[in-house]
């Protein structure tokens, strides 16, 4: 999990550049930082609700 809850927080992109073992760039709310609820967790637990409870893809 790492910073991406602080990324995700103060709204700021992510980048590595060449120097790194493999460059990488995101935007600010890219959709690479949210984290899906499985679908198992879903289909065992009826306090859930697939249209509410799940990230925005």
């Given at each position: 999990?790492?910073?991406?809850?602080?990324?995700?927080?103060?709204?700021?992109?992510?980048?590595?550049?060449?120097?790194?073992?493999?460059?990488?760039?995101?935007?600010?709310?890219?959709?690479?930082?949210?984290?899906?609820?499985?679908m198992s967790e879903f289909d065992s637990n009826?306090?859930?609700?697939?249209?509410?409870?799940?990230?925005?893809s």
């Amino acid at each position: 999990m790492g910073r991406v809850p602080d990324l995700r927080r103060l709204n700021l992109g992510y980048m590595r550049d060449e120097r790194q073992p493999a460059p990488v760039s995101q935007p600010a709310n890219s959709p690479e930082f949210f984290y899906l609820i499985p679908m198992s967790e879903f289909d065992s637990n009826e306090a859930l609700d697939l249209a509410t409870d799940q990230n925005p893809s």
